[in-house]
Nanobody
Framework: QVQLVESGGGLVQAGGSLRLSCAAS????????MDWYRQAPGKERELVAR???????NYADFVKGRFTVSRINAKNTVYLQMNSLKPEDTAVYYC??????????????WGQGTQVTVSS
């Protein structure tokens, strides 16, 4: 079983910055994609950013140029640097990690979520 622990959320004024972290632990053979999602009240969960095992990154249009996703493979950790935050970025942010527990058994795990609140 793979556990994810998130940290770094909080309250910030519009235009400010926050950095989220998500560390994976447990029986891990390989990690493939490491993603960040968010869910605002009354809305569906949406993909914010993705980093692949090959180092590629993808971003939702609404965060391009403001957010940066990165990972340290040796630490099984993914980060989300959020700059120029807007009130509409207010949401619970979740990390999602997919990989292999062994050569035959895949896993997908979710973090517990961390609240990000941006005041105007």
């Amino acid at each position: 079983q793979v556990q994810l622990v998130e940290s770094g959320g909080g309250l910030v004024q519009a235009g400010g910055s926050l950095r989220l972290s998500c560390a994976a632990s447990g029986t891990i053979y390989r990690i493939n994609n490491m993603d960040w999602y968010r869910q605002a009240p009354g809305k569906e969960r949406e993909l914010v950013a993705r980093t692949t095992s090959g180092g590629n990154t993808n971003y939702a249009d609404f965060v391009k140029g403001r957010f940066t996703v990165s990972r340290i493979n040796a630490k099984n950790t993914v980060y989300l640097q959020m700059n120029s935050l807007k009130p509409e970025d207010t949401a619970v942010y979740y990390c999602n990690v997919a990989g292999l527990i062994n050569t035959l058994r895949p896993f997908i795990s979710w973090g517990q979520g961390t609240q990000v609140t941006v005041s105007s």
